[in-house]
């Protein structure tokens, strides 16, 4: 799905293709709006839920045909479940149920909002658009017999009440389009998408307001970046230090510099310490953090967004060849600590360190990065929530209300200086990974923070929702890249502009 359009209209404007409305379960009356459409549609709606053939279960659709009763040609009545449970994530799965639903129509989809949810009509707004254009992605633009599908190119928001939503709403699409560029990215076949490929991807971005550059392998090693030079050293596809910077005509807050890290590992094969073969395939998304952080930057730039950024997305690739690292090897990283290799799989955290280091050096002076760094995350979390880390309450509450309200959540989880033990190495200043089999979400967090510099730091390990292995049952219906962190960092870079 490319570009939609937005527009707020008075209920009955228009002629839409489809027209959806919200249907709680329940056997309550129906609400006004509901009543109003069940009123011009001859008693139909009511009928259907007499026989049970609508019960506004989340996620179920119900379509009928119109025959000039309505402007619309057909209508869509999404099931959104308990009226009282309705939150935003019910909103963009009930949409992307509708979005499936008219797949093969496509062109206008009209939403009704429903005062009567527990949800601002702002909230509904951006819960609709997101859910549609997130639901109607497409991973499979790899097969050459694809079925273009009729897509919906316009959605328009019925209210009676539309006062500044057209703009909220269209601000939110823009968005939803960066978040698909970056699920494209993640899906992108190693082969393909190389650390030099995604620095060209990143570069095809820069604006008035974007300076995008890549440092290159010989740059990456006059730098003293042995850690992220280490890991991307088996490759023919050599690393890439991806730089973005973005400077808006006026900032908010002048001293504040927002610093994005992110871990684009364009293929993770475990180096010396192979994984085993069963998914290894989905290692190519193990730069869903790094495409996350490319993307919001162009999101940032083009909302010209008055806060000040700069992001740092190491790209390598984790291979193995006669000139791998290997576990045993000392390592020494930009900030001058040396890393004893226990595990070579254990790279994110390495290529990362450099990347934490450059940020500070370029004046970062909040720090948020974005992983998918520990398969134990995912166990511990699932496919739904990421795992946030911070050094500081503060800015830890920052990044998880900008969570929150997003939509790609994150639980915070804890730091402490008592299980720094499990990075203590006998030869040098810290290992990259223990044998003991505990906390390793916290031990790799714990290992960041040696490299997180002066001032407030926060990390996401997004190894769960960043990539799927299935889909959600939301409306991420889709196996693979999310988009995950894109959204966040929208909604914090807004929020450090107020
Ligand atoms: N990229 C993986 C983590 C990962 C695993 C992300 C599964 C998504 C799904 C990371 O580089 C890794 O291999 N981590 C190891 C660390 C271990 C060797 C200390 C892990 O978590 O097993
Ligand atoms: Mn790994
Ligand atoms: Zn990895």
């Known amino acids: 799905m490319g570009e939609v359009t937005i527009e707020v209209k008075a209920p009955g404007e228009g002629e839409p293709d489809s027209l959806a409305v919200p249907f709680p379960t329940g056997s309550g009356p129906f609400s006004n709006g509901?009543?109003?459409?069940?009123?011009?549609?001859?008693?139909?709606?009511?009928?259907?839920?007499?026989?049970?053939?609508?019960?506004?279960?989340?996620?179920?659709?119900?379509?009928?045909?119109?025959?000039?009763?309505?402007?619309?040609?057909?209508?869509?009545?999404?099931?959104?479940?308990?009226r009282d449970e309705v939150d935003a994530d019910t909103l963009r799965t009930a949409a992307a149920a509708v979005a499936h639903r008219v797949a093969d129509v496509g062109g206008t989809l009209g939403w009704g909002l429903d005062p009567s949810l527990p949800l601002s009509l702002e909230e509904q707004a951006r819960?609709?658009?997101?859910?549609?254009m997130l639901g109607s992605y497409s991973p499979a633009r790899w097969k050459t017999q694809e079925q273009p599908e009729a897509r919906v190119e316009k959605i328009v928001l019925y209210t009676t009440d539309?006062?500044?939503?057209?703009?909220?709403?269209s601000r939110i699409a823009g968005v939803g389009k960066w978040v698909n560029l970056a699920r494209d990215l993640a899906n992108s076949p190693p082969n393909e998408l190389t650390p030099?490929?995604?620095?060209?991807?990143?570069?095809?971005?820069?604006?008035?307001?974007?300076?995008?550059?890549?440092?290159?392998?010989?740059?990456i090693d006059e730098l003293g970046m042995g850690a992220l030079s280490a890991v991307g050293r088996a490759s023919s596809n050599g690393p890439r230090l991806i730089v973005l910077r973005y400077e808006p005509a006026r900032a908010t807050r002048k001293e504040l510099v927002l610093g994005l890290v992110g871990k684009a590992i364009t293929f993770d094969a475990g180096g010396i310490s192979l994984k085993?073969?069963?998914?290894?395939?989905?290692?190519?998304?193990?730069?869903?953090?790094?495409?996350?952080?490319?993307?919001?930057?162009?999101?940032?730039?083009?909302?010209?967004?008055?806060?000040?950024?700069?992001?740092?997305?190491?790209?390598?690739?984790n291979l193995v060849s006669g000139d791998s690292f290997r576990p045993g090897d000392i390592l020494r990283a930009a900030n001058g600590k040396t890393i004893e290799i226990t595990n070579t799989d254990a790279e994110g955290r390495l290529v990362l360190a450099d990347a934490l280091w450059y940020a500070r050096r370029e004046g970062a002076t909040h720090l948020l990065?974005?992983?998918?760094?520990?398969?134990?995350?995912?166990?511990?979390?699932?496919?739904?929530?990421?795992?946030?880390?911070?050094?500081?309450?503060?800015?830890?509450?920052?990044?998880?209300?900008?969570?929150?309200?997003?939509?790609?959540?994150?639980w915070p989880f804890p730091l402490h200086p008592r299980y720094r033990r499990y990075v203590d190495s006998s030869f040098a200043d810290l290992k990259n990974s223990s044998d003991l089999r505990q906390g390793s979400p916290v031990l790799a967090a714990e290992f960041l923070r040696e490299f997180s510099g002066e001032g407030p730091w926060a990390?996401?390990?997004?190894?769960?929702?960043?990539?799927?292995?299935?889909?959600?049952?939301?409306?991420?219906?889709?196996?693979?890249?999310?988009?995950?962190?894109?959204?966040?960092?929208?909604?914090?870079?807004?929020?450090?502009?107020?």
């Open 459 to 498: 990390h996401i390990d997004m190894a769960g929702p960043g990539f799927l292995e299935r889909s959600r049952g939301d409306y991420l219906t889709q196996r693979g890249g999310t988009g995950y962190g894109v959204r966040l960092i929208v909604e914090l870079a807004q929020r450090l502009s107020r």
């Open 34 to 82: 509901a009543r109003e459409l069940d009123g011009l549609l001859a008693g139909r709606l009511q009928r259907l839920a007499d026989t049970g053939e609508l019960k506004g279960e989340l996620g179920t659709t119900v379509v009928l045909h119109t025959d000039g009763e309505l402007n619309a040609r057909r209508v869509v009545v999404a099931g959104v479940g308990k």
């Open 276 to 317: 085993p073969a069963l998914k290894m395939q989905d290692m190519k998304g193990d730069m869903a953090g790094g495409a996350a952080v490319i993307a919001a930057m162009a999101a940032v730039a083009e909302l010209e967004l008055p806060v000040r950024i700069v992001a740092v997305v190491a790209a390598a690739e």
């Open 196 to 219: 030099a490929a995604l620095a060209t991807r990143a570069a095809e971005l820069a604006g008035p307001r974007l300076e995008v550059e890549a440092l290159d392998p010989g740059q």
């Open 369 to 410: 990065d974005l992983a998918t760094l520990t398969g134990a995350m995912e166990l511990a979390l699932g496919d739904f929530y990421a795992g946030l880390f911070a050094n500081e309450e503060d800015w830890l509450q920052e990044v998880l209300a900008a969570a929150k309200t997003s939509g790609d959540h994150a």
């Open 127 to 132: 819960a609709i658009v997101e859910g549609t």
């Open 162 to 169: 539309p006062d500044g939503l057209a703009e909220s709403a």
